[in-house]
């Protein structure tokens, strides 16, 4: 058993950073999908993204918080928004497109940022919650996070390492590494399974959105 109160102040200063952005995120509105119906001319051979994909993903929460990393080495920006749990690994590749960061160091600086988090999820969160159930003003709101990750672990339980790489792998609304290892960690499911189903997932999920962000755009650049 872990005990949190020997895993030292930088750790626990961390995750419940990183926690109080699960719940800032878990509980915003999703952002607005709409985009305006503009046909352009082929666009330069450069440009890795149509000007209506750059407005909509500037308007999402990843974009807003690009803006607000403005002033950083894009490839930070990309790593750090890879890391805040709901958009991960998916806005990080989408801003990095945006940005014009080569497609390998994307994946690279991408996939890095994702990664980090997960062994102290698994690892340290259920003792966290444990801890913090304890105290009047973060009961509630572990609960609920508890309750709203495990209202979406029907397949992770009943397929357990396949379940949970398809859950982080497939880039949907509520599916990521940050919810997946959660789910898997409420659900006990050891770390020596539970995380290289989720490193496959993330790779699975790298790949749909490399062809999203990247693939797509190229083709309508220099095709269409």
């Given amino acids: 058993m872990i005990d949190v109160k020997n895993t030292g102040r930088i750790i626990l200063i961390l995750l419940i950073l990183t926690f109080s952005v699960m719940i800032m995120t878990a509980c915003s509105k999703d952002s607005n999908n709409g985009t305006d119906a503009a046909s352009d001319n ?54 990095a497109a945006i940005k014009g960061i080569p497609l390998f160091r ?23 919650f444990t801890w913090l159930k304890k105290t009047k003003l973060f009961k509630p709101i572990v609960e ?33 590494a940050w919810t997946g290892s959660l789910i898997a960690s409420l659900l006990n499911i050891k770390f020596k399974k539970a995380f290289p189903a989720v490193i496959l997932g993330l790779f699975m999920a790298t790949a749909i959105m490399c062809l999203i962000s990247y693939g797509i755009p190229w083709v309508i650049a220099n095709v269409f």
């Fill in 42 to 95: 082929k666009t330069e051979t450069t440009q890795t993204v149509t000007d209506a994909e750059t407005e909509e993903a500037e308007n999402s929460f990843a974009g807003k918080l690009a803006g607000k990393l403005a002033g950083l080495p894009d490839e930070l920006v990309c790593f750090i928004i890879s890391m805040v749990p709901i958009i991960e690994l998916r806005g990080g590749l989408i801003i």
């Fill in 106 to 128: 994307a994946i690279g600086v991408c996939i890095a940022g994702n990664i980090i988090p997960v062994p102290f999820i698994l690892l340290l969160i259920t003792p966290i």
């Fill in 144 to 176: 609920k996070l508890e309750t709203k990750s495990m209202g979406k672990s029907d397949k992770i339980k009943k397929y357990e390492f396949v379940g949970l790489m398809l859950f982080v792998g497939i880039p949907l609304p509520g599916t990521g």
